[in-house]
């Protein structure tokens, strides 16, 4: 965070070339901001900030925090999902608090790509930043929304779950329609529908389950 205070201002000649010193954030009055989808997290402990002698102020704190994000599943495990991050002050209204991205989206996506996890679940593909105003009680306040795209990487479902799935399908129906008798069909249709039950089971766990429409391949 950035921002300027025109009474914290000083001559670094009259003060042994001092340009600029760490202060308390309880020192001088600091934005309130807050993380609308924000359901957990952990305040940061590092409250300092830096006061420069123009009066320019630089905060950075760490944030760890858990959002909310509504997903849509059905194309899983190939699907592509977009959360949002928005950040607002509604302790004062946009005539006198309004706040702005310093950087552009692109320098952010590259900055963001540095520190996300490269090789977790998911891949992190675009970033976007809206700014807007809303408006509540008839009073209009900043927002700042960062949309996050990130992409699941499908290879481990493909190896655990739909490779084993279209086996199954594919023996059924090679049993069904082969030269068999019918008590070696009826031995091995049970056998395959234990399979397939214990299949269930384990997807049952794996698949997501926060969103409206199941995915295509808990259907089947």
Request: aromatic share 12%; charged share 15%.
């Amino acid at each position: 965070q950035e921002w300027q205070n025109p009474f914290a201002t000083w001559d670094p000649r009259d003060f042994c070339n001092i340009s600029e010193i760490v202060l308390p954030m309880d020192t001088y009055w600091s934005p309130p901001v807050f993380v609308l989808e924000r359901v957990n997290g952990q305040n940061p402990e590092l409250n300092y900030m830096v006061l420069t002698h123009n009066g320019s102020f630089n905060s950075t704190r760490p944030f760890q925090v858990t959002l909310t994000c509504s997903l849509i599943i059905l194309k899983f495990p190939f699907d592509t999902q977009m959360c949002n991050l928005s950040i607002a002050s509604f302790l004062y209204p946009v005539t006198d608090f309004v706040m702005k991205t310093r950087r552009t989206p692109a320098e952010m996506m590259k900055d963001s790509q540095s520190f996300f996890l490269t090789d977790g679940e998911w891949k992190f593909t675009n970033l976007s930043i809206i700014e807007y105003t809303e408006i509540i009680d008839d009073k209009g306040f900043s927002v700042v929304t960062y949309v996050i795209s990130i992409e699941r990487r499908p290879t481990l479902y493909i190896l655990n779950l739909i490779l084993p799935t279209c086996a199954l399908y594919l023996l059924d129906m090679a049993v069904l329609f082969g030269p068999s008798s019918l008590e070696e069909k009826i031995n091995f249709q049970i056998a395959i529908i234990l399979g397939s039950s214990m299949l269930a089971v384990i997807l049952n766990n794996s698949l997501p389950t926060s969103s409206n429409k199941p995915p295509i391949i808990g259907t089947h």
